[in-house]
């Protein structure tokens, strides 16, 4: 089956620096891959999501990209704010599969 | 606003109780999941249901059951519980891929 590692697991930037987690899957099927954020007392909430025909993908300041080569794919997040503070998921399915979802990414934005 | 509802955010239980967290769904969704999440080990799947009385296992469903009597509803059912089990538990549902979960249950077992 799908295996998804994210990295790191914890990062710590400062207010207005840029933030980027990697992911990297197994299953070189994945067709479609999300990223959820989840907020302190909240559950994940989806953020953005990238489909295999498409390289990169941007919604304001948060970004991803996708690389089927190498089987890996990125959040990046730019101009970073405190309330950017949270665990994100990645996550790998493929044709509307389950989603594997990779370990998480604490994210801690000083101010 | 479509919603994944579940019905505790805070649980305390003694060892050996039966416990059931209920979660319930407004969007008509086929597909629902219960998943666990701990402290570095990420989101962690019990149990999910593709239809009304159907289950499948996930990769941690020992010590776990389900039931899905309505299309609406997905319960998890800790049939004996154990301290090990205390654990933040969260339900998703989806049509597709894009899941809506709840906002969690966060379960302490004494």
């Known amino acids: 089956g799908e295996n998804v590692e994210q990295h790191p697991s914890t990062l710590s930037v400062q207010e207005g620096d840029s933030a980027v987690i990697k992911c990297t899957y197994s299953?070189?099927?994945?067709?479609?891959f999300p990223w959820y954020k989840q907020e302190l007392g909240k559950g994940p909430q989806l953020i953005i999501d990238?489909?295999?025909?498409?390289g990169e993908k941007k919604d304001q300041r948060i970004a991803v990209t996708l690389n089927k080569t190498a089987k890996h794919f990125s959040l990046h997040i730019t101009e970073t704010q405190p309330e950017d503070s949270a665990v994100y998921f990645c996550a790998a399915s493929y044709a509307g599969n389950m989603l594997t979802f990779g370990g998480g990414t604490r994210l801690m934005v000083k101010p | 606003d479509v919603k994944v509802t579940q019905s505790s955010r805070y649980l305390v239980k003694r060892t050996g109780e039966k416990v059931f967290l209920e979660c319930v769904q407004d969007m008509d969704h086929e597909n629902m999941f219960w998943y666990r999440q701990d402290p570095g080990l990420g989101l962690r799947l019990i149990y999910f249901s593709y239809d009304v009385k159907m289950k499948e296992k996930g990769d941690i469903p020992e010590g776990y059951s389900v039931s899905r009597e309505k299309k609406e509803r997905f319960s998890l059912i800790l049939e004996s519980a154990s301290t090990n089990q205390t654990s933040m538990y969260l339900c998703a549902s989806t049509a597709r891929v894009d899941y809506t979960f709840g906002s969690g249950t966060r379960l302490t077992v004494v």
């Open positions: 299953d070189s099927a994945s067709n479609y």
């Open positions: 990238i489909r295999s025909n498409v």
